[in-house]
Each structure stands twice: as structure tokens, then as C-alpha cells.
């Protein structure tokens, strides 16, 4: 699932931390991946600008199917109960068979295509597109249960769901808590310009970025802004939480990390180029991409760079940390796979 579970705060539980990188494997989808893999039961999940959602092998990286679609695929598949679920640009959303990449269902969307990546929670996916609309469809028939209309602009941002609540951001500025059974508006607050991010909740707030350069606390009962930090630039990555701290990158080409409780900076980090991917947490380590072309592994208590791994190309994919090891998406076309080396630096 996108950011590692429903309330998106990217901290994966089940994840072991890859201190010194070895390259697994590495495919080739033929053009740019900005989709961040979803690993689940020893299948990588990943959509490409190549128009297909590959299903990879996450031991040796053979393909086991791909599911062609008449867009590019920039959103996060989502997998529950056997079904891969993931929106694209042809405008339509789709469910199909995690094991063999047949088709389940379809659903049409308006136009502009579907970028946001799925919450599936409850037998209900939720997700936005850019036609303007929050979606609540049933996940095993694709019936629609609910649309939330947002105003003037379309959704990238991805749902995050907690307490009975569907939390997302919009290209109009506004940050919107709706009730996750009717579809009814609980809140909104408007930031200062678009969000792309999407919002991560913890500790009974709502932590989000905004194109005005701030990272923002809301309360999630009220929308009342508990804090905002500002940044050197747009906040188009989506925050990570743990442990009562907040890591978040931005177009100035840090990372930051910032108290969850007062928005007070911790550390910031320069890692070399504008950051749009999200931070995985795996115990004491981060990890996150950079268009300077590396990925980046980062100690959480001071910031200080680890390691890093060069890709060659941008890589705004955000990281998928599991059991296996680090899978992630790259401009250049490529996945890859990253495993924890052996003294000797071997697999």
C-alpha cells in the first residue's frame, strides 16, 4: 500500500533496514516510473509511463504478467484480498487479478486522467482523479458507494484513512476530511496554493505540504492548524511520521525533519536536488529519492547521510521498504531492487 499503511505515515513495521545496498535486480519497463511499488506476498506491483502495470517477481525480478492500460500509470496500485487496485491516465480505474493480471472490474472516470493512489480500507477503495471528485467504490464489484465533489481543480493527492475519515488534498489548495461511510464534508481548510501531497495522520493531527512552501499540523477532528513550518520551497512530497517527528522533503532539496507536536526543526539535510518523493521509515533509517539521481539512506536521529545509491536518473518513485529488501522506480525506466550486502558485499 502507498506509504505503508492507512494513515500514510510511511513508517513500514515489517521492514528490515538495508545499512549497506547490494543490487538485486534491476527491470527495464521501457519509459519513466514515477509509481512506487507495492510488494506484497513476494510480487512487485508497479505502474510505468509505458502504459502497463508490471508484476514482478520480487526475488529474481522476472515478470509475471502485465496488465496493459491506454494512459501512463503515474498512481500507486493498492493490493487487498487477491486484487491489485490502480487508477491511470485513460481516464478509467481499475481492479485486476494479483495473481494472473486479468481484469475484475472498470470504472469510468471524467476527464484528465486518475493520479492519485489508492486507500483500500473496509472492502472500499478510495482514491481521487482530476476530474475533480473523491471516489468511495465497493473494491470487490467496483459500485460506486459515494463521490465527494472538491471545487476548481483536480486531485493528485492520495487518500489517507483513519478514525472513520478520508483525509486528501487537492490542486485548489484545500486540505478536505470527509466521512469515510456518507461521503459528507467533516472539514476543509485551505493552504496558501495547490497540494500534491498527500496527508499522513498520527497522533490525532493531520501533517500535509503545500505548493506555499509550508508543511502543515491540522487537527483532525476540526481543521484547526496546530502549526505550519515553512520551507525554501513547494512541499510536493508527502510526510512521513514516527515517533512524534515528521519528515518531510521539498523543492529546495532538503529534507527536513521537524517536531511533530510544535513544527520546530530537528535537522535538515541537502540531498543535492528538488525532492518529490516521500521518506520510508524502517526503524532508526530513512530512505528517499532525489532528481539528483541517487537514493539516499539517512540516519532519523541527525540526519546524516548513510549511503547512497546512484539510479542515473531522477527518482521521484517513493520507496517500497519490506522484508525483501527496497524496491523503487526511476526515471530512466528501471525498478530496482536493493538488499542488505554481506560483509564481503555479495548477495
Known amino acids: 500500500m502507498f506509504r505503508a499503511n492507512l494513515a500514510h505515515t510511511g513508517a513500514s513495521a515489517d521492514a528490515r533496514p538495508v545499512t549497506r545496498p547490494s543490487l538485486r535486480w534491476a527491470f527495464d519497463t521501457g519509459d519513466k516510473v514515477e509509481s512506487a511499488p507495492a510488494e506484497v506476498a513476494g510480487t512487485v506491483y508497479v505502474g510505468t509511463f509505458a502504459n502497463h502495470l508490471h508484476a514482478l ?49 472498470t470504472f469510468a472516470l471524467g476527464p484528465g486522467g486518475e493520479q492519485s493512489s489508492p486507500a483500500i480500507a473496509d472492502g472500499v477503495v478510495y482514491f481521487g482523479a482530476f476530474d475533480k471528485f473523491v471516489y468511495a467504490l465497493d473494491a470487490r464489484t467496483g459500485a460506486e458507494k459515494w463521490r465527494y465533489a472538491t471545487t476548481t481543480r483536480g486531485i493528485l493527492s492520495s487518500p489517507a484513512v ?3 475519515t478520508v483525509y486528501i488534498g487537492s490542486l485548489d489548495g484545500v486540505v478536505h476530511a470527509i466521512d469515510a461511510a456518507s461521503g459528507r464534508k467533516r472539514w476543509t481548510h485551505a493552504t496558501g496554493d495547490r497540494v500534491w501531497s498527500s496527508p499522513a495522520v498520527a497522533g490525532g493531527a493531520v501533517y500535509i505540504g503545500s505548493d506555499d512552501g509550508h508543511v502543515y499540523a491540522l487537527d483532525g477532528a476540526s481543521g484547526a492548524v496546530r502549526w505550519k513550518k515553512a ?40 540531498l543535492g536536488g528538488r525532492i518529490l518523493a516521500s521518506a520510508a521509515i524502517v526503524g532508526d533509517w530513512l530512505y528517499v529519492g532525489s532528481s539528483d539521481g541517487f537514493l539516499y539512506a539517512l540516519d532519523r536521529g ?39 550486502a554481506t560483509a564481503e558485499g555479495t548477495r
Do not use: M
Not at 235 to 258: I, N, Q
Not at 303 to 318: L, N
Open 231 to 270: 520551507t525554501g520551497g513547494k512541499v510536493f512530497s508527502s510526510p512521513a511520521v514516527a515517533d512524534g517527528v515528521v519528515y518531510v522533503g521539498s523543492d529546495d532539496g532538503h529534507l527536513y525533519s521537524l517536531d511533530a507536536a510544535s513544527g520546530e526543526q530537528r535537522w535538515r539535510t541537502d
Open 57 to 105: 517477481d520480487a526475488a529474481t525480478g522476472a515478470e509475471r504478467w502485465r496488465y496493459f492500460v491506454d494512459g501512463k500509470l503515474r498512481a500507486s496500485p493498492s493490493v487487498a484480498d487477491g486484487v491489485v487496485s490502480f487508477g491511470a491516465d485513460d481516464n478509467r480505474f481499475h481492479a485486476v487479478d494479483a495473481r494472473t493480471g486479468t481484469k475484475r472490474w
Open 302 to 340: 541527525n540526519g546524516a547521510i548513510r549511503w547512497r545509491y546512484e539510479t542515473g536518473d531522477k527518482v521521484w518513485s517513493s520507496v517500497a521498504a519490506t522484508g525483501r529488501g527496497l524496491f523503487v522506480g526511476c526515471h530512466n525506466g528501471q525498478v530496482y531492487a536493493l538488499e542488505q
Open 162 to 164: 483513519a478514525g472513520g
